[in-house]
């Protein structure tokens, strides 16, 4: 809580503050060698962020916009192709896709994990496609060519159900990116493996963003790829850096998509608080989780099965009347968020497209009735006190009319 009694929904500061000298001495070492591109920082970052994802190799591109085009173009995908993901994600998701030269297709979420879900993406490939002679892979009836990946979203910092995605991306040879923009950190419990793995891992290619908000954000745009595809990992080398394989030689078509190096030295200082700043988070998720309890009917709180440990980039709750009780929460002075209130598939951008409310319901009412609480790392027990006593409040305001 701030002094004026204010709730942010996020604070950027404190944690800033807290690393201000060592944030700084990254900046000044990078002015002293006038290493601003690459080099050093960037090079030690994704030896340590690969390690912390449990992966071969991290690259470093300039966004999570750039991780999730890169990765798809690295693999591969591109004009003629089709990629299926959710229509209840930021809107990077689908830009990406369409960005590479692909078409996208969207299967609903899940009513409780708010991710991809499974028995919906197994419906799409046996009924909305049709086969392809001769490849095994399927056609999409909307778009007309093949599907060639799945983008499963680990939103709010929960992964999705992998093992099923990864099982039917198998049997119909769907190349698997992971969005791990906002899953930092986040596990699964693999049954086929009987291991938990770490968001990022399970793909051919995982995307991350460091975006400023992130559980883990750079002082400016940055991002990453993961795999253990060596072949692939060089690929996006090569497109971060307009396509070069050595400096003046184009073997192929890129970007200017590079991690600048103080983006890097920052992360790495970061990187090393992620686990506390997780487990932080996931305290603070556990005492909305009980404060809540009395409320279980005009609140619902975020969904954790048994095979998930998230890291709470968000923390989420649904409800109804959920535009009355933004206002009543921005009037007592705390911040929240809406993630999102439209679905990528409504949007203006892809009108054209011609989906229209009904086509993804679950997603829809998601849409409706989420709203995201104040939730960071340092985020006090009595501003949590607080923000619920207030939805408590709001609660028992409505019942009465
Ligand atoms: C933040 C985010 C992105 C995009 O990352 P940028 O670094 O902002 O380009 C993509 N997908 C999801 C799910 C995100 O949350």
């Known amino acids: 809580m701030n002094a004026n009694g204010k709730i942010p929904f996020l604070d950027l500061v404190t944690p800033h503050r807290e690393l201000e000298g060592e944030l700084l001495s990254v900046f000044k070492s990078a002015l002293h060698s006038a290493g601003f591109i690459g080099g050093r ?56 896709i369409s960005q590479a030269g692909a078409l996208f297709d969207f299967v609903d979420s899940d009513e409780k994990t708010h991710t991809m879900d499974v028995e919906k993406l197994r419906a799409y490939l046996e009924t909305d496609c049709l086969p392809e002679l001769g490849t095994g892979r399927v056609v999409s009836r909307r778009t007309g060519s093949p599907v060639t990946a799945v983008i499963p979203v680990h939103l709010y910092g929960q992964m999705a159900d992998m093992d099923p995605i990864l099982a039917l991306a ?51 745009e940055a991002g990453a790829v993961t795999t253990d595809d060596e072949k692939l990992a060089g690929r996006i080398r090569m497109l971060r850096d307009h396509g070069q394989s050595r400096k003046y030689h184009h073997d192929l078509e890129g970007y ?26 996931c305290q603070s998720a556990e005492l909305y989780n009980s404060l809540f309890a009395p409320m279980a009917g005009s609140v619902g709180t975020p969904h954790q099965p048994s095979w998930s440990r998230p890291v709470y980039h968000l923390y989420v709750i649904r409800t109804p009347e959920r535009d009355g009780l933004q206002r009543y929460l921005t009037e007592a002075g705390i911040g929240t ?65």
């Open 41 to 96: 920082m960037v090079d030690e970052f994704e030896q340590a962020f690969a390690k912390a994802t449990e992966v071969e190799h991290c690259v470093g591109v300039g966004s999570g916009t750039d991780a999730l085009r890169f990765a798809l173009l690295a693999a591969g995908v591109g004009p003629g192709d089709t990629v299926v993901t959710v229509p209840n994600t930021f809107i990077a998701t689908a830009e990406a």
């Open 170 to 220: 198998e049997r119909y040879q769907l190349v698997v990116i992971e969005d791990a923009c906002q899953a930092h950190g986040a596990e699964y419990f693999s049954k086929k493996q009987n291991r938990w793995r770490k968001a990022g891992s399970m793909g051919r290619a995982a995307t991350f963003s460091f975006y400023p908000g992130k559980n883990l954000g750079a002082c400016g």
């Open 256 to 281: 200017n998509g590079r991690l600048h190096a103080i983006q890097a030295g920052i992360l790495s200082a970061k990187l090393e608080h992620l686990t506390r700043w997780n487990s932080q988070r």
């Open 337 to 401: 968020g809406i993630h999102y209130p439209i679905p990528i598939h409504l949007q203006v951008v892809y009108a054209s497209l011609g989906w229209k409310r009904g086509d993804f319901p679950v997603a829809e009412t998601a849409a409706d009735e989420v709203l995201s609480l104040p939730m960071f790392p340092g985020l006090r027990s009595q501003a949590q006190q607080r923000v619920v006593d207030t939805i408590c409040e709001f609660a028992s305001t409505r019942s009465v009319r």
